[in-house]
């Protein structure tokens, strides 16, 4: 069955920068849409990045310039290269397919990212 397991957050001032990693499996990773989704304290979750099987990437507003999503399909990894932290970015982040509408049950445990200011 589909699997997604996140890790690399942890506790970073604002500033900073964390690389997190979501391995996949059950699924033909290199033919998937994959993105990052975050929800912080209190927010409802929302998508903060997205990579197609082609390449072409999608950022929110938010993120944009400082968040780069890539993605290693010989691991079946999808990355979140997180740059310039700022406070407001601490949630606990997790990948899954996009759009949102693709998610299904498939969320895994995420991975907290908590930025002190």
């Known amino acids: 069955q589909v699997r997604l397991v996140e890790s690399g957050g942890g506790l970073v001032q604002a500033g900073g920068s964390l690389r997190l990693s979501c391995v996949a499996s059950g699924f033909i990773f290199r033919l998937s849409a994959m993105g990052w989704y975050r929800q912080g304290p209190g927010k409802e979750r929302e998508l903060v990045a997205g990579i197609i099987r082609g390449g072409n990437t999608y950022y929110a507003d938010s993120v944009k310039g400082r968040f780069t999503i890539s993605r290693d399909n010989a691991k079946n990894t999808v990355y979140l290269q997180m740059n310039s932290l700022k406070p407001e970015d601490t949630a606990v982040y997790y990948c899954?397919?996009?759009?949102?509408?693709?998610?299904?049950?498939?969320w895994g445990q995420g991975t907290q990212v908590t930025v002190s200011s």
């Open positions: 899954n397919f996009v759009p949102y509408a693709q998610t299904g049950d498939y």
